[in-house]
């Protein structure tokens, strides 16, 4: 038993890190207002951005180097990209739904169409993604070493820092709450001397940047292969905001669960002693739960009050 | 002279239309970018989907589950609602329809119709949660329907393999018989050998129903009342849950009906790891056809014209296939956007009249 946690622990990690970074994402932009369900779309132009820059740059650098500056560039893209979805829903009006689906069809098709210019078939692959490193000393320790501090991925500290920073500017800066304003009675926060557009437009782009940041990550430590597709993470990290009510820690405890129970699910034909757990339960589990919690929380949601409503000035 | 011809075409018409421009420009833009030639992109492209009537029987088939997930959008919209999982709803319905095709054996008429019914079923049962959660405790539906998308994602993922498993390949479903195909020999023949199928009259006679639901029916009424405004609707003695229900129901059944058309018509069997984009392209389909059945039929026709065309393109040309996928998401994205087009006319009309 003890053998079979240690083995899946390090798996559970890493497919937890990209949904958390995204999810922190989603809850940057959900808080403000804006309902970004761009977030698989966002995913995938970063994973895209991050294959491209490896790709060209593995022939003449390092590895390892050329790993961290594709991590930029999948930020980065994934931080312009989602300017598509701040300008429609945040100066038009848009339908937010309607923008984010545009978000996500736009960056299935248009990344594979742009990676066969490149390539031919349409996949990226890169040279190798990064290592998994132990920890000095923290390694060592009984138990915990041997889950938390072995074999770690670089980018699993530092979507946690991130996640750390990200949950004190939400709560204990001044543009976290003016972005927690702006997502529960933007007029009120207009009235208060907040610029509305501003603040969402901020939320909007950290959402993108982090989903790219997210579909970097998810090429560089599991998928290794640009292929046109996160295969629905980016809709999973949304079902993790949900169910970690935008919070924080929230979603850091319910990305946790889904990526244990995914893990779970894709090793349970080779390992016997999950083989009676049927896959599809473990697979349909974080949707079903998050439907629950839907229904559960129906009452006392914590959801932002003006979340996917436009924010129009002159309106009472 | 010109103001006049612009003010008695409806405004959404011209949204449309100037959504698919800017739409086939950006799509252009890209053809450029990547050092192509788009006048002769677009040539290939089009004589792709019509240069004879093989071809143009594919373009017709290709448009058939197209009209029906844009129906069942379109249908939930004028309710108020956004059906995001017609795909899920689709791949439920189509999963039915090929359970049924591959399981019974009765004769052609009987076993396609008993098919088509599952698959209507089958999406309606996928439909009506969002609707009753929606209806019961509040919960947003693109959130629920969302969720529902992947777990027909995931049930049919592992279903297939287990009770429909085809013979050599773990990913697809076995082939279903010629009997059980929504696709008829007249047909065929009528169409050179086209895979055009019977698909196409259910997303026909679907469109004729739901128009008449919609435009002479106290149902119809009654939902589009709740779409304008629900509390309006309530105070004048509609049940707005009912109706909510009612409508992701009927969203559900057509999206499930599409999947008959794609899965036993279209194609002969059902793989396994692929949300059909049909679902999704319905929304375009819908925003295009401004949410109105005859709308729906016309856009339909565009976006299959535009899928069956991208191989031949592809053929003849290096642009990849992928360019018409690009160019329905700009279109969704502009008509997502159409205030920009709506202020952009008023202010050309105001500007003629100042005139």
Excluded at chain 1, 182 to 198: F, I, L, M, T
Excluded at chain 2, 300 to 314: H, T
């Amino acid at each position: 038993m003890w053998t079979l946690i240690a083995q899946i622990f390090p798996y559970a990690i890493a497919f937890t890190i990209p949904l958390l970074i995204t999810a922190l994402g989603g809850l940057f932009s959900e808080r403000s207002g804006v309902v970004n369900i761009g977030l698989e779309g966002l995913m995938v132009v970063g994973s895209f951005s991050a294959a491209m820059v490896i790709y060209s740059l593995q022939p003449t650098m390092s590895i390892d180097i050329a790993v961290w500056i594709g991590l930029l560039a999948a930020a980065l893209a994934g931080g312009l990209f989602s300017l598509l979805h701040a300008f429609a829903s945040i100066n038009l009006n848009a339908n937010q739904v309607i923008s984010g689906t545009a978000i996500n069809m736009m960056a299935g098709a248009l990344t594979v169409f742009l990676a066969r210019n490149v390539t031919g078939s349409g996949n990226i692959p890169i040279v190798r993604g990064l290592i998994r490193r132990n920890i000095p000393v923290l390694s060592e320790i009984p138990i915990i070493g041997r889950l938390f501090f072995t074999g770690t991925y670089a980018t699993t500290w530092l979507v946690l820092v991130i996640l750390f920073i990200g949950w004190f500017v939400i709560y204990k800066t001044s543009y976290g709450l003016r972005l927690r304003a702006c997502g529960e009675h933007p007029h009120a926060a207009d009235s208060a001397g907040v610029n509305v557009y501003k603040t969402r437009y901020i939320a909007v782009i950290i959402s993108g940047a982090f989903s790219g940041l997210g579909g970097g990550i998810l090429l560089v430590t599991i998928a290794g292969e640009f292929t046109g597709s996160v295969a629905g993470l980016g809709f999973l990290a949304l079902a993790s905001l949900i169910f970690g009510q935008w919070k924080p820690l929230g979603i850091l405890g319910a990305t946790a669960f889904f990526g244990i129970a995914s893990t779970i699910a894709n090793v349970s034909s080779v390992i016997p002693m999950l083989q009676v757990i049927p896959g599809v339960l473990l697979k349909v589990f974080p949707y079903v739960v998050t439907l629950i919690a839907l229904v559960a929380f129906s009452k006392s949601s914590q959801a932002p009050k003006a979340a996917g409503e436009p924010y129009e000035k002159g309106k009472r | 002279m010109k103001l006049s011809i612009l003010n008695k075409i409806p405004k959404s018409l011209i949204v449309s239309l100037l959504a698919v421009v800017f739409g086939l420009l950006a799509g252009a833009l890209f053809m450029l970018f990547t050092g192509n030639n788009p006048f002769e992109g677009y040539t290939y492209l089009i004589r792709g989907g019509t240069m004879n009537i093989e071809r143009l029987g594919n373009t017709l088939a290709t448009a058939s589950p197209l009209i029906l997930t844009g129906l069942s959008v379109a249908f939930a919209f004028r309710t108020g609602l956004f059906n995001i999982g017609a795909s899920g709803q689709m791949l439920f319905g189509g999963f039915c329809a090929t359970a049924v095709a591959l399981t019974l054996s009765a004769p052609k008429p009987i076993l396609l119709l008993i098919s088509v019914i599952a698959a209507g079923i089958g999406g309606a049962l996928w439909g009506v949660v969002p609707g009753l959660l929606k209806s019961k405790f509040n919960v947003h539906e693109v959130v629920s329907s969302i969720m529902m998308n992947w777990i027909a994602y995931w049930v049919i993922y592992y279903a297939v393999p287990t009770y429909l498993k085809g013979a050599f390949l773990e990913t697809e479903s076995k082939k279903i018989s010629h009997e059980a195909s929504l696709r008829v020999d007249w047909l065929t023949n009528l169409f050179d050998g086209s895979y055009i199928n019977l698909g196409l009259f259910i997303g026909i006679i679907s469109v004729i129903v739901i128009a008449f639901i919609l435009n002479k029916t106290v149902l119809g009424y009654e939902l589009k009342s709740v779409g304008f405004n629900r509390y309006a609707a309530e105070y004048a003695g509609i049940s707005v849950n009912k109706n909510i229900v009612l409508a992701m129901m009927i969203s559900g059944a057509l999206a499930g009906l599409a999947g008959a058309a794609l899965y036993i018509g279209n194609a002969s069997n059902i793989q396994i790891g692929i949300l059909p984009p049909q679902g999704f392209d319905g929304i375009a389909v819908s925003l295009l056809g401004s949410n109105t059945p005859i709308g729906v039929l016309a856009a339909a026709i565009f976006f299959g014209l535009l899928y069956s065309g991208k191989g031949f393109m592809n053929a003849m040309t290096n642009i990849p296939p992928e360019i018409a996928d690009t160019i329905i998401a700009t279109i969704i994205y502009f008509a997502a956007t159409s205030v920009l087009i709506e202020k952009g006319l008023d202010r050309l009309k105001k500007k003629r009249r100042g005139n």
